[in-house]
């Protein structure tokens, strides 16, 4: 067994915005807990010393963390290569200057859209200016400019202005990644869901430009798996390259593992990255192949697609067993493409609930059993 490629320490939950779609625990409220920096530091050090090669800092917002400079440092003293996945609230002149010493190698900076009003409304924030100041600064300390959109109904047509957005601030690298249903973006899934002619006009778009500039702005475009009817090969398979360490200290094979009822992860202050990684039972619960049913046990892409994402087989049927129903071979798949035509209905027909958007107060109201009142949705 392979030891970890990618360390992702989720430093916390607290963030400024309300997104839509965050992919963060919806319960993250009641998680109130956090790692201290010195277990942080150790964290870091065994997990390079397990392998991995390459640490993210994120969260909610990683720049909440007055120790995120100390970490960054700890981080390029072990020989990490260092990234910053930030919404840039937070991230002034001073600030970036301190955590340019420190070593950092790379930011990943997110935008809601090209508009200031979309970008406003989905994160529920007066945040458009900053952001567009912020990547300036980045721009200004000479970091390569990453550049993150998540596409979904609301903003897909936008796509030519996103793309204009990105040349005009000299980005290098854009990565439109369409909606995936997990967190606050299951929550609202009806809403966000998109159109098939939206995604093919987006496509097009996406391509037509490619051809247009070349490698001036290199373009990743991530299309929803429920437009899908080959499933991806979720974190590259589960417990293979991904090890996450969420902000109290669970250590997780993927970013939503913990929503598969039953499961129990790891704590690191109680066991080390090493037992962690090579024996708890839940990294290993999906290695290999001999959990699979049908048509997952069988199916010449076993190794290669690892029968899919096991949180979204979950979500949508029950079972985190079950094939990905994004694949054309699971017995969901019908269902799968039901829930899309579904919200395409809804929408068309008015009938939509209102947007769940990312606050503590909705965090706590879903966290409860389904007796208790619905979140406010305001």
Not at 34 to 52: F, H, I, N, Y
Request: aromatic share 8%.
């Amino acid at each position: 067994m392979a030891p970890p490629m990618w360390l992702l320490a989720e430093l916390t939950y607290r963030c400024p915005l309300h997104c839509v779609f965050c992919s963060n625990p919806v319960d993250y409220a009641t998680r109130r807990e956090e790692l201290s920096t010195e277990e942080w530091v150790d964290v870091l050090r065994q997990g390079r010393k397990l392998g991995a090669a390459q640490l993210g800092f994120s969260g909610g917002e990683p720049l909440l963390r007055d120790d995120l400079e100390e970490l960054v440092a700890e981080g390029r003293r072990l020989g990490y290569y260092t990234n910053l996945i930030t919404s840039g609230i937070g991230l002034t002149e001073a600030r970036l200057r301190r955590l340019t010493e420190a070593g950092l190698d790379h930011i990943q900076l997110s935008f809601q859209d090209s508009t200031r009003e979309m970008n406003d409304f989905l994160s529920s924030t007066r945040t458009f200016e900053l952001k567009s100041r912020v990547a300036a600064l980045i721009k200004q300390f000479d970091y390569p400019m990453v550049l993150n959109v998540v596409l979904h109904r609301y903003n897909l047509d936008h796509v030519a202005r996103i793309i204009e957005m990105a040349l005009a601030m000299g980005v290098e690298y854009l990565e439109l990644a369409n909606t995936q249903y997990y967190g606050w973006g299951l929550v609202n899934r009806a809403q966000l869901m998109p159109t098939q002619e939206q995604l093919r006009k987006a496509e097009a778009v996406v391509n037509e430009y490619r051809e247009r500039i070349g490698n001036r702005l290199r373009i990743l475009f991530v299309v929803p798996d429920y437009f899908e009817s080959r499933p991806k090969a979720c974190m590259n398979g589960w417990g293979a390259v991904f090890l996450g360490v969420s902000a109290d200290g669970a250590a997780l094979p993927c970013h939503a593992a913990r929503s598969i009822p039953g499961m129990q992860f790891p704590d690191v202050r109680k066991e080390s990255l090493r037992d962690i990684w090579y024996d708890s039972a839940a990294f290993n619960r999906f290695r290999g192949d001999s959990w699979m049913k049908e048509p997952c046990r069988t199916c010449d892409d076993r190794h290669k697609d690892f029968g899919g994402c096991r949180c979204q087989a979950l979500a949508l049927t029950g079972d985190a067993e079950n094939a990905d129903p994004v694949c054309g071979k699971s017995s969901h798949h019908g269902e799968l493409k039901q829930i899309v035509v579904h919200a395409h209905r809804a929408q068309e027909e008015g009938e939509l609930k209102p947007l769940v958007f990312r606050s503590d107060s909705n965090s706590r109201a879903l966290s409860q059993p389904l007796t208790q009142p619905t979140p406010d949705r305001s």
